[in-house]
């Protein structure tokens, strides 16, 4: 199927690095921002990072400095490495862009955001 896979993601102590990946089937993302989320209890739903079609690159204050975003050269998967990662990080990560823009936008996982696709989601757990 099209649409966004997410790989990535998992368990490590605080201080600890993680990269989650974001993968275009179906689409390239050269034509398209994509922008990271993640959901938890404590926290809600915050916009982490968006990386845009340019690939320049935006951060919540959050996790500027200590998360960084990329994009592999054929333009069909996104990184955002995940360093110094602290208890508080702990989440489910998704991706999402705004392809294919003949659907209807979506929110998701109690995100006010709406975009045309998402990724599963991936569970990010840092321990002290």
């Known amino acids: 199927d099209a649409g966004l896979v997410q790989s990535g993601g998992g368990s490590v102590q605080a201080g600890g690095s993680l990269t989650l990946s974001c993968t275009a089937q179906?689409?390239?993302?050269?034509?398209?921002?994509v922008e990271w989320y993640r959901q938890s209890p404590g926290d809600g739903c915050r916009m982490l990072s968006t990386l845009y079609r340019d690939a320049s690159t935006w951060y919540d204050r959050s996790v500027r400095g200590r998360f960084t975003g990329s994009r592999n050269s054929a333009k069909t998967t996104v990184f955002l490495q995940m360093n110094s990662l602290k208890p508080e990080d702990t989440a489910v990560y998704y991706c999402a862009t705004n392809w294919p823009e003949e659907t209807d936008r979506v929110a998701k996982a109690g995100c006010p955001y709406k975009h045309n696709s998402w990724g599963q989601g991936t569970q990010v757990s840092v321990s002290s």
């Open positions: 179906g689409f390239t993302l050269d034509r398209y921002d």
